[in-house]
């Protein structure tokens, strides 16, 4: 009798919640169809909005606003919308199954409004942006369409700027006020709201002083910037020591300095209208502990960058240049930044040292240097004549391509190795990225010239 009446209530159970669920896979289905619908057709434009697309057409009105980038982000949009409402409706239709889906969309129905009043605001703010982008680009010439008079980059570029920042604190503005008008009463997040808008709308003093801190400490960083930037960029046509590499990796290290420095002053202004004093020694107190921990965590990274400026003003190679770095490292440079430096060796391994490494390793600049050493050192039974010996690995020197007449090879009696005599050959080549061809070429010719005079070799060594 229990059985059946478990029965009875599992098969009740299954029947109220199977259609519910069917109509949750129908609608994630329809869902997914139609994504892949949208996106079908989203790549099918690109193929045709391309670089040689109508709205890069002179003669289209649109193409002073509107660009593939533009298009492409009203498509996203738009994709992300039907997300929303698919995950409204799947919570729409599991409320009417079950009370704690209900409850949730009730929570969810209250904020709606606002929360629909804020996503509009924000989608044209961001399509403003993008728009207002294009447009600057369309008054600059930087388009195949063009204005009759084009615009100054440099004062329209400023111009650009301050409208996209109007904009998003316009939107800001609008959000806030519009959220805490909107929802309804008794919710959690409506006192926030009304009293972030009030604020926006009714700042005091104090806020109003430090909007202006604010603003003036971002013009005068700003201004400090492009003067170190023109500064170095004049430096670029007249400096004859540091190139233009250099150079600008000094531009970037004191744009971020001064962007650093005008934060940290800008910051203490602030706390001190916001804060009495007792508070401010306890907040300044804690600001530099901060400052402290950053530096200590960050002073294996400050290390490699002053080594890597180091590096720069003492300029020991540059990208292209066949190098030697400590005793066992060659290879081509192929970067150089503030921290670290990239060589590629002989058998295409690409290898990163941080700078503080290089700048206490010993250099050999194979590139800069006129001629390059080699040397052979073998060792030979006392029973053979010394002068056979040195006249032997002369003529390998003299036979073997890229060994160079002049300095001219030379062989020294280097030490005594059982009962053997080691001799050092020592030639010369200019030709850095076949070090490795022509010290083995020299090898061989020596291999067949002691065979040719039937001696033999005991033990040998190149460097």
Not at 184 to 191: F, I, L
């Amino acid at each position: 009798m229990l059985l059946d009446s478990f029965a009875l209530d599992l098969s009740s159970e299954v029947q109220l919640t199977l259609p519910v669920a069917a109509a949750m896979v129908a609608w994630t289905a329809f869902t997914l169809y139609l994504l892949a619908y949208m996106s079908r057709r989203s790549e099918a434009n690109k193929a045709v909005l391309g670089a040689e697309n109508e709205l890069e057409h002179p003669r289209v009105w649109g193409a002073r606003y509107f660009d593939v980038d533009t298009l492409t982000f009203f498509r996203r949009l738009v994709t992300r919308i039907w997300i929303g409402i698919y995950l409204y409706i799947l919570l729409a239709i599991g409320a009417l199954r079950w009370t704690e889906v209900r409850t949730l969309l009730f929570e969810v129905n209250l904020r709606l409004p606002a929360g629909l009043f804020v996503g509009v605001v924000w989608i044209v703010v961001a399509g403003l942006v993008k728009i207002n982008r294009r447009y600057g680009a369309y008054l600059r010439g930087e388009l195949r369409a063009k204005p009759r008079n084009l615009a100054q980059p440099r004062l329209w570029g400023f111009a650009e700027g301050v409208l996209k920042y109007v904009m998003v604190a316009a939107a800001i503005l609008i959000s806030f006020v519009g959220a805490g008008s909107i929802l309804p009463a008794g919710v959690p997040e409506k006192p926030i709201f009304e009293s972030v808008g009030k604020s926006l709308t009714a700042p005091s003093e104090g806020l109003l002083k430090a909007i202006a801190i604010a603003v003036v400490g971002a013009i005068v960083a700003f201004g400090l910037a492009r003067l170190f930037d023109s500064v170095f960029e004049d430096m670029k046509t007249r400096s004859r020591k540091h190139g233009p590499k250099v150079l600008d990796q000094f531009k970037a290290l004191t744009r971020n300095a001064v962007y650093l420095m005008s934060f940290i002053i800008v910051l203490f202004l602030e706390l001190a209208i916001v804060l009495d004093p007792t508070q401010m020694l306890e907040e300044q107190d804690a600001f530099l502990l901060a400052v402290l921990t950053l530096l200590v965590i960050a002073f294996d990274p400050l290390r490699n960058a002053f080594a890597g400026l180091s590096l720069m003003m003492a300029d020991p190679f540059s990208v292209g240049d066949r190098v030697k770095i400590g005793e066992d490292l060659v290879g081509e440079v192929i970067g150089i930044t503030l921290t670290m430096t990239q060589v590629r060796t002989g058998r295409g391994e690409l290898v990163t040292i941080p700078n503080r490494e290089v700048l206490t390793a010993a250099v050999l600049n194979f590139t800069r240097s006129e001629h390059h050493p080699i040397f052979v050192e073998v060792a030979v039974g006392w029973s053979v004549a010394h002068g056979t010996v040195e006249q032997l690995l002369i003529d390998a020197a003299k036979r073997t391509p890229g060994i160079l007449d002049s300095p001219p090879p030379a062989v020294f009696g280097k030490d005594v190795h059982g009962n053997a005599i080691v001799h050092q050959l020592l030639a010369y080549t200019n030709e850095p990225e076949q070090m490795k061809q022509v010290k083995s070429a020299l090898l061989y010719t020596i291999q067949d010239l002691f065979h040719e005079r039937n001696l033999n070799v005991l033990s040998s060594r190149a460097e």
